[in-house]
C-alpha cells in the first residue's frame, strides 16, 4: 500500500491563482480529512469527508472547496488563492469516521503552499 | 466543548535524561486521544493512542503516556530520550464519533542535546 499520497510536495501562486491540492488513498478507507498547519497553532481541520458524496466543513473552510465523487480521491480547491492560505496542507483518512473513536488517522507528507 | 492544550511549546533535555510532554484535555464525554510525532519536514506518524482500554498506553519508540481522567491529562514520558527524538509532539483528542473529527494541540517541541 502506497498509504495516503499527497501533490504536489511544493507550489508557490500568485495572489487570485487557483490550484487543486490532490490527495489519494489506496486502504479502502471511508473517512478523510484536509488541516492545515501554521506555526504555533498545531493543525486546523479545513473540510472532511465520512464517506464518497459526502463532506462537510470542518474549523477553517473559508476559501476552500472539496468533493469526494471516489472513495480513493479528496481534492482540495483553492478558487482564488491568498496570502493567508500559504501553509502546510496535510490530507489524513482514516478506516471509519462513524460510529468509531477508535481509529487511526494516516497522515500523508503534506503540501507546502506559498501565495505571493 | 472539546478542546486541548499542550503547556510547553517547547522541551529542551539531554540525550539520556527523561522526557515529559505535558497535555491537557476538555471534553464533555469519554474521550479518544492521541499523540502525534512530526519530525522536519516529514508528515505526521502516530505514537500512541487511548481508546479507554487501559490508562497506561505504550507506543512506539519506548514512549508512553497515562490517561488520568481525574486531572484531564494525558501526559506523554519516555524514561531516555534518544538524539533522534527531536520532533514537534502533537497532542490530539478526538471530538466526534460520528466524523472522526481530531483537534490538535498547539505542539510542542522537544530538543535533544547531546
Known amino acids: 500500500n502506497a498509504g495516503v499520497t499527497q501533490t504536489p510536495k511544493f507550489q508557490v501562486l500568485k495572489t487570485g491563482q487557483s490550484m487543486t491540492l490532490q490527495c489519494a488513498q489506496d486502504?479502502?478507507?471511508?473517512?478523510m480529512s484536509w488541516y492545515r498547519q501554521d506555526p504555533g497553532m498545531g493543525l486546523r481541520l479545513i473540510h472532511y469527508s465520512v464517506g464518497a458524496g459526502i463532506t462537510d466543513q470542518g474549523e477553517v473552510p473559508n476559501g476552500y472547496n472539496v468533493s469526494r465523487s471516489t472513495t480513493e480521491d479528496f481534492p482540495l480547491r483553492l478558487l482564488s488563492a491568498a496570502p493567508s492560505q500559504t501553509s502546510v496542507y496535510f490530507c489524513?483518512?482514516?478506516?471509519?469516521?462513524?460510529?468509531?473513536?477508535?481509529?487511526?488517522?494516516?497522515f500523508g507528507p503534506g503540501t507546502r503552499l506559498t501565495v505571493l | 466543548a472539546q478542546s486541548v492544550t499542550q503547556l510547553d511549546s517547547h522541551v529542551s533535555v539531554s540525550e539520556g535524561t527523561p522526557v515529559l510532554l505535558r497535555c491537557n484535555y476538555s471534553s464533555s464525554y469519554s474521550p479518544s486521544l492521541f499523540w502525534y510525532v512530526q519530525h522536519p519536514n516529514k508528515g505526521l506518524q502516530l505514537l500512541l493512542k487511548y481508546t479507554s482500554a487501559a490508562t497506561l498506553v505504550k507506543g512506539i519508540n519506548g514512549f508512553e503516556a497515562e490517561f488520568k481522567k481525574s486531572e484531564t491529562s494525558f501526559h506523554l514520558t519516555k524514561p531516555s530520550a534518544h538524539m533522534s527524538d527531536a520532533a514537534e509532539y502533537f497532542c490530539v483528542v478526538r471530538i466526534s464519533s460520528n466524523t472522526g473529527k481530531l483537534i490538535f494541540g498547539q505542539g510542542t517541541t522537544l530538543q535533544v542535546k547531546p
Open positions: 489524513a483518512s482514516s478506516l471509519r469516521g462513524r460510529g468509531s473513536n477508535t481509529d487511526t488517522q494516516y
Open positions: 486502504m479502502n478507507h471511508e473517512y
